[in-house]
Antibody, heavy 121, light 112 residues
Framework: QVQLVQSGAEVKKPGSSVKVSCKASGGTFSSYAFSWVRQAPGQGLEWMGGIIPIFGTGNPAQKFKGRVTIIADDSTSTVYMELSSLRSEDTAVYYC??????????????WGQGTAVTVSS | QSVLTQPPSVSGAPGQRVTISCTGSSSNIGAGYDVHWYQQLPGTAPKLLIYDNNNRPSGVPDRFSGSKSGTSASLAITGLQAEDEADYYCQSYDSSLSGFYVFGTGTKVTVL
């Protein structure tokens, strides 16, 4: 049974960066793609970007290009998402999710528990 | 700014049938990309409910069903139960510059 376990809650200052981790267990890490999705308080889901570990390079959504870096560490089966130049609007719960396949058009069948990031001065 | 539009809320009495629409465009649903649905209970992560338009993952009750036509998709819940009270999101792929995955605006289902 695949599980995704994310790092703990963070409180950050505006202008700083945050790095959230997502460790996969119970499955073949490199065979899948992973996405990052965030949810601001009381708002809907927003896709931020994804990565296919065997290809190495993360692919941020257009909105986040220049601010989001997504990497994968095969040796620890962990995916990371770093968001820079934080502003108050980045306060949200950040989820990692495993995609069903690597086609890039698929669903997300396993989700992490979420990591709350609060940006406040 | 979601590109898939859902009604903000729907409600129904226990046992009733409710449907949630998901309206897209020619760059996502209308282009033939599959639609997936997620259920999010309060304070929890989303859970995959329907994949590839009309398929249920193992463990999802057959009260939930999905369909797709043209630039829209729908999720139906028959025999509504109290535990179905949650937020529901559709998701697809979008081929425009915003790129890749897009989610619907979300629908709150209330069981009266």
């Amino acid at each position: 049974q695949v599980q995704l376990v994310q790092s703990g809650a963070e409180v950050k200052k505006p202008g700083s960066s945050v790095k959230v981790s997502c460790k996969a267990s119970g499955g073949t890490f490199s065979s899948y793609a992973f996405s990052w999705v965030r949810q601001a308080p009381g708002q809907g889901l927003e896709w931020m970007g994804g990565i296919i570990p065997i290809f190495g390079t993360g692919n941020p959504a257009q909105k986040f290009k220049g601010r989001v870096t997504i990497i994968a560490d095969d040796s620890t089966s962990t995916v990371y998402m770093e968001l820079s130049s934080l502003r108050s609007e980045d306060t949200a719960v950040y989820y990692c999710a495993r995609e069903v396949d690597v086609t890039g058009t698929t669903s997300m069948d396993v989700w992490g528990q979420g990591t709350a990031v609060t940006v406040s001065s | 700014q979601s590109v898939l539009t859902q009604p903000p809320s729907v409600s129904g009495a226990p046992g009733q049938r409710v449907t949630i629409s998901c309206t897209g465009s020619s760059s996502n649903i209308g282009a033939g990309y599959d639609v997936h649905w997620y259920q999010q209970l309060p304070g929890t992560a989303p859970k995959l409910l329907i994949y590839d338009n009309n398929n249920r993952p193992s463990g999802v009750p057959d009260r939930f069903s999905g369909s797709k036509s043209g630039t829209s998709a729908s999720l139906a819940i028959t025999g509504l139960q109290a535990e179905d009270e949650a937020d529901y999101y559709c998701q697809s792929y979008d081929s425009s510059l915003s790129g890749f995955y897009v989610f619907g605006t979300g629908t709150k289902v209330t069981v009266l």
